[in-house]
C-alpha cells in the first residue's frame, strides 16, 4: 500500500519564525508532490505543488523535496497568525495515473 | 465559476437510510474525484471520474457506496444502506489538465449516521 506519513502536531512557532512541516512517501517513482492547507471547518486549498526534478519558491513558502530519502518539506517563513491551520501533504504515486494520496495533516499553530 | 458546489452542507440520517450526497464540478473541468475525510484516516480518495467515466474505484469502501456522473456538469455519491461508520465529511474536488495538477474543492458534505 502507498502511503503519505506526517506528524500529526501541533506544531507551535511564534509569530515571524520559520514552520518546517514534513512528509515522508513510501514510493520512490512518485512525481507530483503537494501541499494543501485546511482551515478548521474548511475545504482544503491548494498552496505549494512541485514536480520530482525540482524545488519551489512562492512569496513566504518554499516546498523542497528530497527524493534520496523520500520525504517533502514545506517551509514558512515569517509566520504569521493566519498560517494556523491544518497542513496536507499529497503525492501523485507512480502508476496511479491521476490518483492523489493525502496524509493525514500536521496541525500548525502560529503563536502570537 | 461558483466554483465547485456541493449539496447538501449537512445530513444527518439513521441507520439504515439511503444517503445521496450531490456534486457539480467546475465548468471545463474534465475529472471529478469523491473524497472522503475523518480525524482517523484522514482524506481517503473514493472514486475519480474522467470524461465522466469512472476511472478508478479502489477507494469504495464496500457495495453499500455507488457514484455516478450521468454528465459533465452532475455527479452523485450514494450510500445504501447508511451505517454509523460512514459518519465524515465528504468532499468532491474536479480539475483539468489545463489548470495543472491542482484540485478544486467543494464545500464538503458533514455526514452523520446515527
Known amino acids: 500500500q502507498k502511503e503519505v506519513e506526517q506528524n500529526s502536531g501541533p506544531l507551535s512557532v511564534p509569530e515571524g519564525a520559520i514552520a518546517s512541516l514534513n512528509c515522508t512517501y513510501s514510493?520512490?517513482?512518485?512525481?507530483?508532490f503537494f501541499w494543501y492547507r485546511q482551515y478548521s471547518g474548511k475545504s482544503p486549498e491548494l498552496i505549494m505543488f512541485?514536480?520530482?526534478?525540482g524545488d519551489k519558491e512562492d512569496g513566504r513558502f518554499t516546498a523542497q523535496l528530497n527524493k534520496a530519502s523520500q520525504y517533502v518539506s514545506l517551509l514558512i517563513r515569517d509566520s504569521q497568525p493566519s498560517d494556523s491551520a491544518t497542513y496536507l501533504c499529497?503525492?501523485?504515486?507512480?502508476?496511479?495515473?491521476?490518483?492523489?494520496?493525502f496524509g493525514t495533516g500536521t496541525k500548525l499553530q502560529v503563536i502570537p | 465559476d461558483a466554483g465547485v458546489i456541493q449539496s447538501p452542507r449537512h445530513e444527518v440520517t439513521e441507520m439504515g437510510q439511503e444517503v445521496t450526497l450531490r456534486c457539480k464540478p467546475i465548468?471545463?473541468?474534465?475529472?471529478l474525484f469523491w473524497y472522503r475525510q475523518t480525524m482517523m484516516r484522514g482524506l481517503e480518495l473514493l472514486i475519480y471520474?474522467?470524461?465522466?467515466?469512472?476511472?478508478?474505484d479502489s477507494g469504495m469502501p464496500e457495495d453499500r457506496f455507488s457514484a455516478k456522473m450521468p454528465n459533465a456538469s452532475f455527479s452523485t455519491l450514494k450510500i445504501q444502506p447508511s451505517e454509523p461508520r460512514d459518519s465524515a465529511v465528504y468532499f468532491c474536488?474536479?480539475?483539468?489538465?489545463?489548470?495543472?495538477?491542482?484540485?478544486?474543492f467543494g464545500s464538503g458534505t458533514q455526514l452523520s449516521v446515527l
Open positions: 474536488a474536479s480539475r483539468n489538465d489545463r489548470g495543472g495538477e491542482k484540485l478544486f
Open positions: 514510493d520512490r517513482g512518485s512525481q507530483s
Open positions: 512541485i514536480y520530482s526534478n
Open positions: 499529497a503525492v501523485r504515486f507512480s502508476g496511479g495515473y491521476q490518483k492523489v494520496t
Open positions: 465548468s471545463g473541468h474534465d475529472y
Open positions: 471520474f474522467n470524461n465522466n467515466v469512472p476511472i478508478d
